[in-house]
């Protein structure tokens, strides 16, 4: 394949969540070819051909020939991975890190297609409203690599490895700690009062649709933090009995006075 010619056969490499949701992705496409999903883990590398219709193998040295091969596995094993995959020379291998630079990949036309998006097993996810940031060895690889994320996605960026970091970190913010915040809200009713997660559920939808409404998600924040309620806030820390709670409860607080006061 000329790096001039659009991307057309695609090979995904890993069978965690990530490579199975670009898996079914790349299958959905038009304009795409899924040719293999590779995989050391058999039991999955199976399991997720068999979901999209396509051949499999567990064996990177064995994998078939594609314009573009996608490497979806954890930020450790990038580099390793790559190292082993047999390619044709003429083609591109890209990763779906987001705090993995392009220098893992070794050498040739490489690039990077990091999808913005938490997965889950067996939870479909619209890929086609999933951010892709993208990345290449060269302007022409970049386009190559465009061409790919404009075929599962209608939202695609270009990132560097320092943007892509930045915005990676964001989103465990945004996603990561938020659901720490959800489970340590979930024990506390669970320890406290035997109430199931149930309860807390339309109090989440809720604050998570005024959110996403809000031009700034600072504009609906509500609370005693806000209200600048001491008296509340020194409550509830006197009823959380781990120290880690409690600094949390503190921190988190300050934050939101401080933020609040920019409003």
């Not at 890190?97 to 913005?116: E, I, K, N, Q």
């Amino acid at each position: 394949m000329s790096k001039m010619n659009n991307p057309r056969t695609v090979v995904v490499v890993g069978s965690g969540n990530v490579a199975e949701s670009i898996a079914v992705a790349v299958a959905d496409s038009f304009s795409l070819e899924l040719v293999q999903v590779v995989a050391r883990n058999e039991v999955r590398a199976e399991a997720v051909a068999q979901v999209v219709g396509c051949d499999w193998c567990a064996d990177m040295s064995e994998a078939a020939e594609a314009d573009i091969y996608i490497i979806a596995v954890s930020d450790r094993a990038v580099e390793e991975v790559a190292a082993a995959l047999h390619r044709p020379e003429n083609s591109i291998v890209v990763h779906t890190a987001g705090s993995v630079g392009m220098d893992a990949l070794g050498d040739g036309d490489r690039g990077v297609l990091y999808p913005f998006q938490t997965f889950t097993a067996g939870r479909r996810v619209d890929f086609s409203a999933v951010p892709l940031f993208v990345e290449g060895s060269d302007e022409d690889t970049t386009q190559a690599i465009e061409y790919v994320a404009n075929a599962l996605s209608q939202r695609v960026y270009r990132a560097t490895s320092k943007r892509r970091r930045e915005i990676h970190l964001t989103g465990v913010f945004a996603c990561n700690f938020v659901n720490a915040l959800y489970t340590m809200a979930t024990d506390l009713l669970d320890e406290r009062e035997g109430l199931p997660f149930d309860v807390l559920r339309p109090l989440i939808e809720e604050t998570a649709a005024k959110a996403v409404e809000a031009t700034h998600p600072r504009h609906v924040q509500t609370g005693p933090a806000v209200r600048g309620d001491k008296a509340v806030a020194e409550r509830h820390v006197a009823m959380l009995k781990e120290a880690n709670q409690q600094e949390i409860y503190k921190l988190l607080t300050e934050y939101i006075w401080q933020t609040s006061k920019k409003i």
